[in-house]
């Protein structure tokens, strides 16, 4: 059992490639470049489902104050940064490619850059606290950061569709081959952020239980 | 174990406390005041002395606004905090008992009060030296209380939760840092806002004002719940 | 140090991105052969036009649609180093913990191993 979720992972993400590379028709405006758009839009989507896990046990951990609760939520929020990262490095990319510019103002990356300061705040305070305090203050904080984001997402979107800019999203009409292989790169990105959560999780609890061990002798 | 009667009482009590202390000095009075006054002069001389055309004018204006507005109130919110937290104020206030949502609203008031008696100064001020002072009739000024209200209402919200947490460890770049991410949306709508009624006398876009009034109410009883928890202990 | 490690990565990833944006494509090849093959089947035998100027303007063509191409494909590419490299800086942080846990197992052991002497 704990081999198959690694071993999944590991299928899912070279048939994502496959999907990706030998399946998905091109586009017909952008060619190749477009095929950047699975990842950056699967990690965009992948950073959210993070913050949402960050949010759900900053609540778990403020009612039933279980260490481990805030560790899935600190390691979550930080994977979380990891896929924003992604996203921010991959979208300008993408953008200058396209439209010739490295910056538009697009909705999505405006909104994945507030996302990635609100975290990386949630990181400053979490080291900022003293340790008694760390815990509470950031689950509190994570849960208003997430309450914050689909308010930043519907705001960002009127604010940039209120410019002179042409709309950029694309991913309303995707032909239906380009639709299978964006699904299944964004479970690959899924399971991998799934993988990796565990990973860091399972290592935090074994260090939290060294640390008691040597504090009781 | 609290009635009604007494939660108005507390509410108010707390209220006049927190003001009392911000008016306390005049000293930092007239510092906020100069503060903001010299933030709208350095953006005006930043940006230059070359006539827009209206629309940019209120644009310009509009943005020098929210931007003194958010740092007044970063400044503010770290003062009152500080204020508490000098004194022991704080353990004090939680040991007589008061509910702590309680103590949040209260705060969420004084601070709303203060700001607003800030902003009453300086958007004349800001709308003078951006030149879109002309641009304002009678309508046009209520239309502006009632956005920069929204917003205050908005910022403070948000803005009391962090700051009491952040106000422990004494520096003030720590709010800002994580205060404003949180409020992006409130300086978007609210400074799209203020540029529709400096340019057009009208709100613009409902939407803006919709999203100005969900963000107060969701932030303001989401941290009305969360706040015993950033105070206990 | 683990602070070395995350350097180390950088260095040999702006190294190979550099190399990729600089070197040059490779040139557009496409034999004689397989031009004039490819004008045979579209036009059969006729002797109606010019094989040299048709020639000429598919040569031309395909070197357009390379030349394109190839820009793109280094944005592609691009992309795709970064998305690498960010999930392996992930992969060397969890590495940092391993060595934190090894380490404190070590402590653990030499301690115990001074209580009771073997």
């Known amino acids: 059992m704990k081999t198959l979720l690694p071993l999944a992972t590991v299928i899912i993400l070279f048939l994502s490639l496959y999907l990706v590379f030998g399946y998905a028709d091109y586009e017909k405006t952008m060619l190749e470049v477009q095929k950047i758009f699975y990842f950056h839009v699967s990690s965009a989507f992948t950073s959210f489902l993070a913050f949402a896990v960050t949010c759900v046990c900053s609540i778990i951990y403020l009612v039933k104050r279980n260490f481990k609760a805030d560790l899935i939520a600190a390691n979550s929020a930080e994977l979380g940064l990891v896929f924003a990262t992604i996203v921010l490095t991959t979208g300008p990319i993408w953008a200058k490619s396209s439209w010739n510019t490295w910056w538009n103002w697009e909705p999505r990356l405006t909104s994945t850059l507030i996302l990635w300061l609100t975290y990386a705040g949630y990181f400053i305070l979490r080291n900022s606290a003293s340790s008694a305090q760390k815990k509470r203050f950031s689950a509190v904080f994570g849960i208003v950061a997430f309450l914050n984001v689909p308010i930043v997402y519907y705001s960002v979107k009127l604010w940039q569709s209120s410019s002179l800019h042409p709309p950029t999203t694309t991913r309303s009409n995707l032909a239906e081959s380009m639709r299978s292989a964006w699904l299944i790169s964004w479970f690959a990105l899924t399971l991998i952020y799934i993988v990796l959560l565990k990973m ?3 290592l935090g609890i074994i260090l939290h239980r060294l640390n ?3 504090a009781d002798r | 174990m609290s009635a009604s009667p007494n939660y108005i009482s507390q509410a108010t009590w707390l209220v006049r406390k927190d003001l009392s202390l911000h008016f306390r000095s005049k000293n930092l009075l007239a510092q906020v005041f100069v503060f903001s006054l010299l933030v709208v002069l350095v953006f005006n001389f930043a940006f230059g002395p070359a006539p827009l055309s209206p629309n940019n004018q209120g644009r310009l204006a509009s943005s020098i606004l929210w931007m003194a507005f958010a740092f007044v109130g970063t400044i503010t919110l770290n003062r009152s905090v500080e204020i508490d937290r000098t004194h022991g104020g704080l353990e004090a206030i939680r040991l007589t008992g008061i509910d702590a949502g309680l103590i949040y609203l209260a705060k969420v008031v004084s601070s709303v ?5 800030v902003q009453l100064i300086i958007t004349p001020l800001a709308l003078l030296f951006s030149e879109a002072l002309d641009q304002v009739s009678g309508l046009a000024v209520l239309r502006l209380i009632a956005v920069l209200s929204l917003g205050t209402v908005g910022f403070c919200s948000v803005g009391v939760t962090l700051s009491t947490m952040s106000g422990r460890f004494g520096s ?20 799209r806002c203020t540029t529709f009624i400096l340019t057009t006398n009208t709100f613009g876009n409902r939407f803006w004002l919709t999203l100005l009034v969900t963000y107060g109410l969701v932030f303001l009883s989401s941290s009305y719940l969360l706040f015993e928890f950033v105070i206990e202990g | 140090m683990p602070k070395v490690d995350f350097i180390i990565i950088f260095l040999v990833f702006a190294t190979f991105l550099a190399i990729f944006q600089l070197t040059p494509s490779p040139d557009t090849l496409i034999p004689e052969e ?5 004008i045979s089947d579209v036009l059969g035998n006729e002797i109606k036009y010019d094989r040299a100027e048709i020639y000429g303007i598919v040569v031309k063509v395909v070197e357009l649609l390379n030349e394109g191409q190839s820009r793109r494909i280094k944005y592609l590419i691009t992309a795709y180093f970064f998305v690498w490299l960010i999930l392996i800086l992930y992969l060397f942080r969890l590495k940092q913990q391993y060595t934190r846990l090894h380490k404190q197992i070590q402590r653990l052991e030499t301690s115990s191993d001074q209580i009771q002497p073997k």
Request: no cysteine; net charge negative; hydrophobic share 55%.
């Open chain 3, 34 to 38: 397989r031009i004039e093959t490819a």
């Open chain 1, 212 to 214: 008691n061990m040597q």
């Open chain 1, 200 to 202: 860091r999780t399972d």
């Open chain 2, 172 to 191: 003030e770049s720590l709010l800002t840092v994580i205060l404003f991410p949180l409020i992006f949306p409130v300086i978007m709508a609210g400074a």
């Open chain 2, 113 to 117: 009060i203060w700001l607003t008696g």
